[in-house]
DNA sequence: CGCTATTTTGAAAGGGCTCAAGAGTAGTGG
DNA sequence: CCACTACTCTTGAGCCCTTTCAAAATAGCG
């Protein structure tokens, strides 16, 4: 219902001022592609945000470069995701390409006046930006109280998931990023990224596949995989006992 | 220039529709104050986004209660923050008073027709939800690879240059918040936290002000504070040194 | 096939957590 | 006003998970 596919967005632009688009994607699809060969950058933090990107194939990473040289990613964008949206004058975080992307871009004046005129892409726009928010919310759950083990499985199932939406029939999973990656936007180091991932093989959750070694993963028990990420989803069946009085031990 | 005292609000109005506003602040300004005493809950995580609001006075803290019980704080907001801007239809957090505090609240639908009306208000909403947004990339930070003695620096920094934007003579902090909820927010424990503030009084960087005893914390060395922090506000110095290949070494 | 970059594995150290107890603070009622 | 209780905060000791440092194994590439 919310997904505008090619047959809805085709209708419904019949309705629509012929200036103006229907979704982000007809905003976006007149752009010309560009293409980022892997490591190269997008745009870095601080500099003036001129340009909104959908991605169209590929992977970007969204990172800071904190003072004494360690890099924190913030967010990996796939393909169909926009980048830069809530944004004020200046990127928040730098951006490059995890392996070879391409991207389209308008440029802030034509993204600002084409949501001006549409409440329709308001809307779409508004959404985003509060998955964008909820996404940083769980990250900062995340990064606040899970161990190194449902960390890695949080993200694996996340990509899992994601696969899933784009109608994968198998369990399996394609890391685009390296383990450095992994490690930076896990909040770990690279070792335990390693080891974390090597005991989810003998605990039988993963399995390597052979092929595309190490960057392509079976999921052999999604199930346990989904228990050890420790998620739950949410406790919204505790939701309505007031007054917690701070968390109960345990970091 | 950004804020609008109480002069400046009442003479933009007259060149503004009746029924218009020209910031949110007037926005609010008509609705009644409401009253929430200490840890009383203003709304709850996955309840239904009916209403946005206003801190008139006090603090409020956001939170997720995560499966095993556990609390993490995202934020706390002060007078004049607005709570429930970037939403979907659900409230992501659960919000409640830190201690005793006065709202002034907007129905969604009052606020989102508000700034439909205004230019001026979304462009209001929209540096907002990127101030939110950097303050989340901030805490995202903060948690990846931040010690217990530089979340702490960086939290009382915070607090310090806020009462200092406020014409705060003196360099002390009020601590409207119990030190579990310091624990919760930086992602440590409480003893974490006890220990690592009497540890800045030991080397002279803070001194416990007698009177509200451990609520309010002068700030000795506010330059040794700031370096301990580790925030280095960005190290633009070096943002143009491309292909920083993953952070060297060290979570 | 040899070189380099990435990943894995090992051993030791450390920082923050856990458990436990003590000290200080606030609220209550006699 | 002070004793009593409940709660928050601090301090101590030991442990565990992750990091650090180091080296070997594997993958990628000319």
């Given at each position: 219902?919310?997904?505008?596919?090619?047959?809805?967005?085709?209708?419904?632009?019949?309705?629509?001022?012929?200036?103006?688009?229907?979704?982000l994607?007809?905003?976006?699809?007149?752009?010309?592609?560009?293409?980022?060969s892997?490591?190269?950058s997008?745009?870095?933090?601080?500099?003036?945000?001129?340009?909104?990107?959908q991605?169209?194939?590929?992977?970007?990473?969204?990172?800071?470069?904190?003072s004494?040289?360690?890099?924190?990613?913030?967010?990996?964008?796939?393909?169909?995701?926009?980048?830069?949206?809530?944004?004020?004058?200046?990127?928040?975080?730098?951006?490059?390409?995890?392996?070879?992307t391409?991207?389209r871009r308008?440029?802030r004046?034509?993204f600002d006046?084409g949501?001006?005129?549409?409440?329709?892409?308001?809307?779409?726009?508004?959404?985003?930006?509060?998955?964008?928010m909820?996404?940083?919310?769980?990250?900062?759950?995340?990064?606040?109280?899970?161990?190194?083990?449902e960390?890695?499985?949080?993200?694996?199932?996340?990509l899992?998931?994601?696969?899933?939406?784009?109608?994968e029939?198998?369990?399996s999973?394609?890391l685009?990023?390296?383990?450095?990656?992994?490690?930076?936007?896990?909040?770990?180091?690279i070792e335990?990224v390693?080891?974390?991932?090597?005991?989810?093989i003998?605990?039988?959750?993963?399995?390597?596949?052979?092929?595309?070694?190490?960057?392509?993963?079976?999921?052999?028990?999604?199930?346990?995989?989904?228990?050890?990420?420790?998620?739950?989803?949410?406790?919204s069946?505790m939701?309505?006992?007031?007054?917690v009085?701070?968390s109960?031990r345990?970091?």
């Amino acid at each position: 219902m919310y997904i505008a596919s090619e047959h809805t967005a085709h209708f419904t632009r019949k309705h629509a001022p012929s200036d103006g688009a229907n979704c982000l994607r007809d905003l976006f699809s007149k752009q010309p592609v560009e293409h980022r060969s892997g490591n190269r950058s997008l745009f870095l933090e601080g500099d003036e945000a001129a340009h909104v990107f959908q991605v169209v194939e590929g992977t970007l990473r969204i990172f800071k470069i904190i003072s004494d040289g360690r890099r924190v990613i913030t967010g990996f964008l796939y393909a169909g995701d926009i980048v830069g949206i809530s944004l004020g004058k200046r990127y928040l975080y730098s951006a490059d390409a995890v392996s070879s992307t391409t991207v389209r871009r308008l440029t802030r004046n034509q993204f600002d006046s084409g949501i001006d005129e549409s409440p329709r892409l308001r809307t779409e726009v508004s959404a985003l930006v509060s998955d964008e928010m909820a996404a940083a919310q769980d990250q900062m759950v995340l990064l606040s109280c899970k161990s190194a083990e449902e960390r890695m499985c949080s993200f694996l199932l996340k990509l899992l998931k994601k696969s899933e939406l784009l109608g994968e029939r198998r369990l399996s999973i394609e890391l685009p990023m390296s383990r450095q990656d992994i490690a930076d936007y896990l909040g770990l180091t690279i070792e335990t990224v390693s080891r974390t991932i090597t005991k989810l093989i003998n605990k039988r959750v993963l399995r390597i596949e052979n092929a595309v070694a190490r960057h392509s993963i079976s999921v052999e028990r999604p199930v346990l995989l989904a228990q050890l990420a420790g998620d739950d989803d949410d406790c919204s069946d505790m939701r309505h006992d007031l007054v917690v009085q701070g968390s109960q031990r345990r970091h």
